[in-house]
């Protein structure tokens, strides 16, 4: 598996670098923005790890690169920690956010459960064809696609997987603490912006009007669950 590490200070680029590759991984490193951007089109990576204060092209400016044309893993590490930028990260097309200081246990297991996901995503596991339609959308799960009156939607692997829970359980009225212990993978710990702001990502994409949802739909005070019935 190979990382992109975009991170201007070299001695946190070399720790996270040497420690990475303990752990079997190729790890390029990238030292500003415009390097970040030549170095992500010139080759193929399965995650990116990106500082945000970086020279030259900022770690934003960087995100939305990837994101015109990949949906591959990033996971924003900065020392950026305020509400506002976690959100803004997130809803760029983020994946994930450490606030630094961070543990090096902490990086490595956050880059192994979003590798996971993202392999499970691109259809290296599933062998298994299902397909799942609720209304006008149709869900495969054999090569994780999703058309809407048979025009293509891209969603990222977490946008997928929370489609998935909902249009697989029809009927559930699911949490934002379920959905986050479901989808990441990991102990809630009452942080609702990952969830709400890849739920506003997924109507943008999924819905005609975002602000009036038929497909995920709010039940307030309790969750979220499939508006349209299969």
Known sequence: MRIL???????????LK??????NFEVVTAYDGREACETFGASRFDLVLLDLMIPAVS??????????????????????DS?????????????????????????????KAN??????????????????RAGEVEMNLS???VTKAGNKIDLTAKEFEIL??????????YTKEQIYSLVWKDVYYGD????????????????EDARNPRYVVTIWGIGYKLGVMP
């Open 5 to 15: 590490l975009v991170e201007d200070d070299l001695e946190i680029s070399m720790m």
């Open 18 to 23: 040497e420690y990475l590759e303990t752990e």
């Open 59 to 80: 770690g934003m400016d960087v995100l939305q690169h990837i994101r015109k044309d990949s949906v591959v893993p990033v996971i924003i590490v900065s020392a950026k």
């Open 83 to 111: 509400e506002a930028d976690k959100t803004l990260g997130l809803g760029l097309g983020a994946d994930d956010y450490i606030t630094k200081p961070f543990s090096v246990a902490e990086v490595l297991a956050r880059v």
């Open 115 to 132: 590798i996971r996901r993202s392999t499970q995503y691109n259809g290296k596991i599933s062998k298994q064809e299902e397909i799942i």
């Open 143 to 145: 090569d994780y696609t």
């Open 164 to 173: 998935k829970l909902l249009m697989q359980n029809p009927r559930k009225v």
């Open 192 to 207: 609702e912006n990952a969830v709400n702001v890849h739920i506003s990502r997924l109507r943008n994409k999924l819905e």
